[in-house]
């Protein structure tokens, strides 16, 4: 097999994995969803408060899931490996 | 130098590239803070602080005056409760007086009223009296006026039929008569 | 599919290069444009009034609102940082937004988000020297036991790593996913199409970085200046 569809076959199946991490992400936030519901349910009062906190909370936990975007981002288009090597090679 | 790969990788100019890990980028990270410190320096200096201090200054102010106006509440309250007890202070006398004028008045009619009645009474009964003494006085002047024909009367009668002393023994004896006969009241 | 970072102008100094890039640049034009609104503010309110009324309402309302959230999120001491927390409320905020006036986002590079996150970082260690005494701070990296010092200072590390990445990563991938779509889409059909990703990436992903990144910040903050 050629070596360098090699490379780009083996990079675009790592960005592939790489994008597993959305499942975790997927289902913390929504833990996180169930439990401002369940808040706001409790205490009608209190909904403001609990939507900013479950906003910010979102978005930090949504922090593995982007670390795993990008790395698939990178492979994918950016690969600076694979420019190395064609510039290396030929 | 082509053969030594790493250091190939490290010092290669970065060439349209998204993200990258070298001296570039340690470079352009300095620069970035300089920019930014920058900007925070002029931003604050010239938008933050000074709305800062004078959102300050408006709220000092305000503290201030609803303080004084705390204070201006107290004393008007004090000064309210002050007045209102007055008022009724006077309030007060003024009932005391109106009774007393009332009651004095009252009193006084009812003298008045007293004193003219027992004057009234005393000028009737004063008149009764009167009455009494004139009728007695006109039936004693009756009573002289009869005697005094009477005995006229008799002394003509008596002139013509009989003597002196049978005339004073009849006179005296009409006289016990008469006496003795109770008078027309 | 166009998304890299052009290279605009190289500078030789001491003999490194340095490149001025598409990043530097467009971060200049926002400061730019940042110290021109600060100007005109501060034009606009030469006098102050007791009772305000209209854009000097919207001005104090803006500047009330970001300190209690700079108080509710990093307690008392936080508030000696509120300016610098303005500053780059703002600059994220300008700089996200400028990706729908066709500017390359000097936020998707990881320099400038770097740059912040090293910001915050310092600025936690010195938080937490000035208020609560050096000796106190220093010695807080061995609680609760001498061996966790590794593990404390790790945990304080990762803390301006995971900050600047979560913004790179949100605002390129955005930025990307965009580009994609453009390419796909057949040219008459780029006007209209592409407005509600426009709106999700741009806007609501935007602003609701800048809130994060300046939350978690102050809450750092917060966290390294607390009295026990």
């Given amino acids: ?39 706001i349910a409790r205490q009608p009062e209190s909904a403001g408060s609990v939507r900013s906190t479950m906003l910010i909370t979102l978005g930090v936990a949504e922090t593995s899931g982007i670390y795993g975007l990008v790395i698939a981002l990178l492979l994918l288009f950016q690969n600076p490996l694979i420019a190395l090597y064609l510039q290396l090679a030929g | 130098m ?4 790493p250091l190939q990788i490290l010092t290669s100019a970065p060439d349209e590239r998204v993200f990258g890990l070298d001296m570039q980028t340690l470079i352009h990270i300095i620069a970035q803070s300089v920019n930014i ?11 933050y602080k000074p709305v800062q201090n004078f959102l300050k200054k408006r709220s000092e102010k305000i503290k201030t005056q609803i303080d004084q106006a705390a204070l201006d509440m107290a004393t008007a309250d004090t000064l309210r409760t002050q007045y209102k007890e007055n008022l009724d202070q006077i309030e007060q006398e003024r009932v005391e007086i109106l009774d007393a004028a009332h009651k004095s008045a009252a009193d006084k009619s009812r003298k008045l009223v007293q004193a003219g009645q027992t004057q009234a009474e005393g000028l009737y009964t004063q008149a009764l009296v009167d009455i009494e003494k004139e009728k007695e006085k006109a039936q004693d002047a009756v009573k002289t006026q009869i005697i005094m ?32 006969t109770s008078w027309p009241t | 599919m166009d998304f890299n970072i052009s290279n605009i102008w190289l500078v030789e100094l001491f003999g490194v290069e340095f490149w001025i890039t598409q990043t530097i640049v467009n971060t200049w034009i926002i400061m730019v444009f ?10 606009k309110l030469r006098k102050m009034d007791d009772v305000p009324t209209g854009f000097q309402n919207v001005i104090e309302a803006m500047i009330e609102a970001f300190e209690g959230f700079v108080k509710s999120m990093s307690g008392e001491h936080g508030k000696y940082f509120a300016g610098w927390f303005f500053t780059v409320f703002l ?62 200072v790790m945990g304080e590390l990762s ?8 913004l790179f990563g ?58 026990e």
């Fill in chain 1, 1 to 39: 097999m050629d070596p360098l569809s090699f490379v780009f076959g083996a990079a675009q199946l790592s960005a592939a994995i790489a994008l597993l991490n959305g499942i975790a992400t997927t289902v913390g936030q929504g833990k996180i969803g169930a439990a401002a519901i369940e808040a």
């Fill in chain 2, 2 to 5: 082509h053969s030594f790969l």
């Fill in chain 2, 37 to 47: 410190l920058l900007l925070t320096a002029l931003l604050a200096y010239l938008l």
């Fill in chain 2, 149 to 180: 024909l009477s005995s006229l009367m008799a002394g003509k009668i008596v002139a013509h039929t009989v003597d002196q002393e049978t005339q004073d023994r009849l006179f005296s004896e009409a006289l016990t008569e008469l006496e003795a």
């Fill in chain 3, 34 to 43: 940042l110290i021109g609104f600060a100007v005109f503010v501060r034009f």
């Fill in chain 3, 91 to 152: 600059f994220i905020l300008v700089s996200n937004l400028s990706a729908l006036v066709g500017f390359r986002p000097p936020t998707a590079d990881w320099v400038t988000t770097a740059a912040l996150g090293f910001a915050t970082f310092f600025l936690t260690l010195y938080a937490g020297m000035r208020f609560r005494g050096i000796g106190r701070y220093l010695k807080s990296f061995f609680e609760p036991v001498w061996v966790f010092f590794p593990l404390n």
């Fill in chain 3, 159 to 166: 803390r301006p790593i995971s900050l600047s990445f979560r």
């Fill in chain 3, 170 to 227: 949100n605002i390129l991938s955005g930025l990307v996913l965009i580009a994609m779509v453009y390419t796909l889409l057949p040219f008459a059909l780029r006007f209209l199409l592409p407005i509600p990703l426009h709106i999700f990436f741009d806007l609501f992903v935007g602003a609701l970085q800048t809130i994060i990144f300046c939350a978690l910040s102050l809450s750092y903050i917060g966290a390294a200046c607390a009295e």
